[in-house]
């Protein structure tokens, strides 16, 4: 009981913190969406892409939350060596990559869900849109370094 209870506020600290600090998870069907007038979506494909981006959202969310409880437990029973349980801490390794298996995942299931809905055309239109993005953040970062 007072580990589910441990659980639950760090899930809730969790997802308060990433709530307010702007770090939400964004999908390529967000990014899909930035360009919808490009694309010409029409209003029933935007209305499904909004609802996979938001259960892809809520997914990756959960999965990142569940991967940060794991990663403070690992932590804790880390920082003391005289008390460590090998055996516990292995096990909540895994479960961390799990979570984060979990949480990729939901990015692809979001991607695969996303193409069924574009057209042919709409499709090749946004890898050109989403390779001029790429380019344009890199020459960002490189002027950001120099």
């Known amino acids: 009981m007072k580990r589910i209870i441990i ?11 990433t709530s307010f600090a702007g770090n939400l998870p964004v999908t390529p069907v967000a990014k899909i969406l930035e360009h919808k007038a490009s694309l010409a979506l029409t209003d029933a494909q935007v209305k499904k ?22 990663l403070q437990e690992i932590e804790k029973f880390t920082s003391n060596w005289m008390n460590l349980n090998g055996t516990a801490v292995r096990h909540l390794i895994k479960e961390y990559y799990e ?7 939901a ?6 869900q996303a193409r069924a ?6 499709l090749r239109k ?7 993005d790429a ?10 370094l120099n």
């Open 117 to 122: 809905i574009l057209q042919p055309d709409q």
């Open 126 to 132: 946004y890898q050109q849109l989403a390779s001029i």
């Open 49 to 70: 892409l909004e609802i996979i981006d938001k259960n892809a959202v809520e997914k990756m969310i959960e999965a990142r939350g569940q991967a940060n409880i794991r």
């Open 107 to 112: 990015e692809v299931d979001a991607i695969l």
């Open 135 to 144: 380019l344009m953040i890199s020459l960002e970062h490189d002027l950001a």
């Open 7 to 17: 659980i639950l506020m760090a899930l809730a600290i969790t997802t308060i913190s």
């Open 99 to 105: 979570f984060m298996a979990t949480y990729k995942a």
